[in-house]
């Protein structure tokens, strides 16, 4: 399993984003977050959140996966509550995936994508909690372009703030990987890039190529869009060999 991480603040002031990486003799865990509030708010709960996140998944290794997904998910919600008083607001979404025995297993809330490039097509693996999933409709039905649904639909429906979770994303079973198979978890600064409808060659190729470091790359392709109002990007990449 090879493993790359890059990270880019985008036109925002700081990063509140936090990635964490894993490795257990059974497999590899990657988790993301990205955090939503005020500048150091935001920040604070992805960190506590993923924190949390690896240290309850990482002590349960009898568990059967799925159970450990859940319990870090729920361990990693309340400590974010744990974070803020009843005058602070501060949340993050969580996107987790386990690789292991040739399958991948996924945790999500909120709407950080965890995607699969696999022989040329990129499929979105976890659900999408946020508006866009509502818009799609407009979308399919031409009222409403796939920018337009991608830049208004990023109010999230939920995200880690404490609270009960309403909308979470645990793979029932896992999905088994095929060789070749590239698994890619992000924060939502990725969204204009793979736009299904409009990814460019260049994009694909990108995804293709097995040179270098994809984490990057995608970070660099984000990078070169030039948006006025690029939010933080942060990637990990697993590539199942």
Known sequence: MDARVAQWIGKRESQQD????????????????????????????????ADAFVRVFGAALELPVRERLQQALDAANKAVGALFTASQYGGTTLVAAFVGGGVVWWASVGDSPLFMWRRKRLLRLNADHSMR?????????????????????????????????????????????????????????????????????????????????????????????????????????????
């Open 18 to 49: 936090v990635y964490a990486v894993k490795h257990y003799p059974q497999g590899t865990l990657a988790v993301v977050c990205d955090g939503m509030g005020g500048h150091d708010e935001g920040g604070q709960a992805a960190r506590v959140a």
């Open 133 to 241: 999933a509502i818009y799609e409709e407009f979308v399919r039905n031409g009222t409403m372009s796939p920018k337009e649904a991608m830049r208004k639909g990023h109010m999230l429906r939920s995200a880690l703030t404490g609270e009960a979770l309403e909308m979470v994303d645990i793979s029932i079973t896992p999905r088994p990987l095929l060789p070749g198979d590239r698994l890619i978890l992000a924060s939502d600064g990725v969204d204009a890039l793979f736009i299904p409808s409009e990814m460019t060659a260049d994009t694909r190729t990108m995804l293709d190529t097995r040179a270098g470091n994809l984490a990057a790359d995608i970070v660099e392709a984000c990078r070169a869009l030039d948006e006025e109002h690029a939010d933080n990007v942060t990637v990990v990449t697993l590539d199942w060999m």
